[in-house]
Nanobody
Framework: QVQLVESGGGLVQAGGSLSLSCVASGDTSRLYGMGWFRQAPGKGREFVATTKWSWSDTYYADSVKGRFAITRDNAKNTVYLQMNSLKPEDTAVYFC???????????????????WGQGTQVTVSS
C-alpha cells in the first residue's frame, strides 16, 4: 500500500506560478512512476504530467507543455509540479497518482495508476 498526500494548492492570478508537492509513504520500494492529473468542475479527470521514478523520463499533456515541470526527489519520496504562466483554464483539483509494481505505457489513462492522493485545489483568477 502507498499513501499520497498533496500540498501547495491555492489561489493565484493569471500569469502567476504555483508549486505542488506530493509525498508518498508506505511501500515505496516498488514505485515506477508518479504523475499529476486534474479535474475541473463538471469535467473528467485529465492527465497533466508524469515521471518515471528511477529514470529521467517525463511526459506532459500538450496543454501544459512548456509551462509546467514535473520533478522528483527520490530520497524524500516526493514529486513536484511547478506550474508557471498559469491560465484560468488551469483551475482544477490536482491529484497526485502513483504507478506501482510496473511501468505502464498507458500513463495518460486514469486506470494505469494504482494509488491516488486526495487532491489539492488550484484556482487561477483572470
Amino acid at each position: 500500500q502507498v499513501q499520497l498526500v498533496e500540498s501547495g494548492g491555492g489561489l493565484v492570478q493569471a500569469g502567476g506560478s504555483l508549486s505542488l508537492s506530493c509525498v508518498a509513504s508506505g511501500d515505496t520500494s516498488r514505485l515506477y512512476g508518479m504523475g499529476w492529473f486534474r479535474q475541473a468542475p463538471g469535467k473528467g479527470r485529465e492527465f497533466v504530467a508524469t515521471t518515471k521514478w528511477s529514470w529521467s523520463d517525463t511526459y506532459y499533456a500538450d496543454s501544459v507543455k512548456g509551462r509546467f515541470a514535473i520533478t522528483r526527489d527520490n530520497a524524500k519520496n516526493t514529486v513536484y509540479l511547478q506550474m508557471n504562466s498559469l491560465k484560468p483554464e488551469d483551475t482544477a483539483v490536482y491529484f497526485c497518482a502513483a504507478l506501482w509494481g510496473q511501468w505502464r505505457w498507458n500513463y495518460r489513462d486514469i486506470g494505469a495508476y494504482d494509488y491516488w492522493g486526495q487532491g489539492t485545489q488550484v484556482t487561477v483568477s483572470s
